[in-house]
Nanobody, 121 residues
Framework: QVQLVESGGGLVQPGGSLRLSCAVSGSIFRINDMAWYRQTREKERELVAAITRGGDTNYADFVKGRFTISRENAKNTVYLQMNSLLPEDTAVYYC???????????????WGKGTLVTVSS
């Protein structure tokens, strides 16, 4: 069983900051790419930021310069530092991991259950 558990969401004022964390637990051999996605009622789930095991990152244009993704491989954890938050950043944020459960086993996609971020005054 593999679990991804997000934390750190909440209510923040425009211009404020939040740090999301996602811890992966269970029977894991290795975690390859990790990422954060977000979804609202009006939009389909969209990529926010991604990071490879080696630390290469990729950001959606709408968060470049404001959000930073990072990870600690030893802790099987990925983070999303969100600064200069805007009301349009309000969404449920989901953690994603491409995970191998054994040597030579094909990787599978795993998702967390999401954490709500609300940006409002």
């Amino acid at each position: 069983q593999v679990q991804l558990v997000e934390s750190g969401g909440g209510l923040v004022q425009p211009g404020g900051s939040l740090r999301l964390s996602c811890a992966v637990s269970g029977s894991i051999f290795r975690i390859n790419d990790m990422a954060w996605y977000r979804q609202t009622r009006e939009k389909e789930r969209e990529l926010v930021a991604a990071i490879t095991r080696g630390g290469d990152t990729n950001y959606a244009d709408f968060v470049k310069g404001r959000f930073t993704i990072s990870r600690e491989n030893a802790k099987n954890t990925v983070y999303l530092q969100m600064n200069s938050l805007l009301p349009e950043d309000t969404a449920v944020y989901y953690c994603y991991g491409q995970i191998l459960r054994g040597y030579g086993v094909r990787s599978m996609d795993y998702w967390g259950k999401g954490t709500l971020v609300t940006v409002s005054s």
